[in-house]
């Protein structure tokens, strides 16, 4: 079975940073990128960040870029996103997801990375919230 927990959230002031952590266990990061996404109340959910050793890739939203930085871990089987200079519009939930990658989707990784229903599993979201 494959599992993802997300963990890390937290309520910050602006300018702040915390560390978010994503923990998956029953695939191997050389066969699925890790996304994370974000959703605020009545809002959709949006790609944040995406990571794939195996392409060699990282991918960030413009509304991040310079802010935050995704990383991966073999030996623990950890994806963290570290998200510094927080701002209140950051106040959302976060959810981690996996995306298993054939050919044809590492070719438009760098294409669909974003898009919340190409990744296949998802785990629970951990709260972010930034007071101004």
């Not at 695939?27 to 944040?48: H, K, N």
């Not at 991918?59 to 994806?79: E, L, M, Q």
């Not at 760098?110 to 998802?122: C, G, M």
């Amino acid at each position: 079975d494959v599992q993802l927990q997300a963990s890390g959230g937290g309520l910050v002031q602006a300018g702040g940073s915390l560390r978010l952590s994503c923990s998956a266990s029953g695939l191997s990061f050389d066969d699925y990128a890790i996304g994370w996404f974000r959703q605020a109340p009545r809002e959709e959910r949006t790609g944040v960040s995406c990571i794939s050793t195996s392409v060699g890739r990282t991918f960030y939203a413009d509304s991040v870029k310079g802010r935050f930085t995704v990383s991966s871990d073999h030996a623990t089987n950890t994806v963290y996103l570290q998200m510094n200079d927080l701002k209140p519009e950051d106040t959302s939930v976060y959810y981690c997801a996996a995306l298993r990658l054939s050919t044809r989707k590492s070719l438009l990784l760098v294409h669909i990375w974003k898009l919340s229903y190409e990744y296949n599993y998802w785990g629970q979201g951990t709260q972010v919230t930034v007071s101004s």
